[in-house]
């Protein structure tokens, strides 16, 4: 049997990344326990349940899981802590009902066969259907994120609103971090550019709103950024949000 491993790396005393080919999450370590934001597919818990282990940390150690937006391969993992464990689940308010999976707001099919052409593309559906990319559970207990609820979690997260990718996307800030999701990446399997960048518009809901979430991601002050996908990254903000903002708009 061989051990489930993860990239983890160490972004600030409390902050640290898990890092995997197909997603990222993050983990915030401090005296009132361990959060983690994001938690990848269904099929990444052996490698989610490694990153805890890594810190020293259970299941039952995690405080709350926030999420950056309900994608499956943001919220999978969370779907079975919220059902074993009863571990609190928090997303943006306008993100709560996806979360919930009253409705779907997800990129068609149908829009992603258009490409499989590209090799790029085509081993990336097989690599997330292995992983558990079509399961379509919700997870009914999410609640919105508010400051009452960041008091009490290490790190003390700041929810960013950013919607566009989806309705109620939300980036965090903890520790001096910027936790984007999907608002901002740096790479992803689909795009053969690393850097600051937008996920390709079929994956966006809102593509304009995306644009407009990387004008609000350029206010604020931090110089390090976790993304949902690709390499962690360090840089003026403003100068990676306007590296990603599509020209000739
Ligand atoms: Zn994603």
Redesign the pocket.
């Known amino acids: 049997m061989t051990a489930a491993r993860v990239e983890l790396k160490q972004v600030t005393d409390s902050v640290h990344l898990a890092q995997t080919p197909l997603?990222n999450w993050t983990l915030v370590i401090g005296s009132e326990g361990v959060i983690l934001i994001d938690t990848g597919f269904p099929g990444d818990r052996p490698q989610v349940l490694a990153s805890l282990r890594e810190l020293g940390c259970a299941p039952e150690d995690v405080a709350a899981i926030l999420l950056t937006?309900a994608?499956i391969?943001?919220f999978g993992t969370a779907i079975w802590f919220a059902a074993e464990h009863r571990t609190p689940v928090y997303s943006h308010a306008d993100e709560v009902g996806h979360a919930k999976r009253e409705y779907l707001e997800q990129a068609s099919p149908v829009a992603v066969a258009r490409h499989a052409w590209q090799p790029r593309w085509l081993k990336w559906s097989y690599d997330i259907a292995r992983k558990g990319a079509f399961n379509h559970a919700g997870i009914p207990s999410t609640k919105p994120f508010s400051e009452d609820v960041a008091r009490t979690l290490p790190g003390r997260p700041v929810a960013i609103p950013t919607p566009g990718?989806t309705g109620g996307h939300c980036s965090f800030l903890v520790d001096g971090v910027l936790v984007s999701?999907?608002a901002l990446?740096t790479g992803?399997p689909t795009s053969a550019r690393r850097g600051p960048q937008l996920?390709h518009h079929v994956?966006n809901h809102d593509e304009l709103g995306c644009v407009r979430s990387l004008g609000a991601l350029a206010l604020l002050e931090t110089e390090v950024l976790i993304p949902?996908?690709g390499d962690l990254w360090h840089g003026p903000i403003r100068e990676l949000a306007e590296r990603a903002t599509p020209r000739r708009r």
């Open positions: 997603v937006h994608h391969d943001h990718h999701g999907d990446v992803h996920l994956f949902g996908h």
